[in-house]
């Protein structure tokens, strides 16, 4: 089993979200523990070799992450809006 931890300012917009979507977003969180790599998720390498993962919550937002298989343990870096993260992308690109 993985062990999660969450970016503080990633929870604090997380405890913003109305509350059916946070209850999605946590069961996608806690769904990592099991497998931190779901069929759905990407692996990108973003510029400067800097490696996430990234998971589509429905078509809401985006959840980007790390996972450390040696320590079990995954590391929420940010959850956004799905429009927040093609500005991201664009950004990388």
Known sequence: MFSISIHEKTREFLDKLPEKVQRATREHLLAFREDPFPRDSEFLTLP????????????????FYQVNTEE???MI????????AHKEYRRWG
Do not use: A, D, N
């Open 48 to 63: 400067g070799g800097y490696t996430v993962y990234r998971l589509h919550i429905g078509r809401v937002l985006t959840i």
């Open 72 to 74: 079990k343990s995954v």
């Open 77 to 84: 870096l940010k959850i956004m809006t799905i429009e927040q």
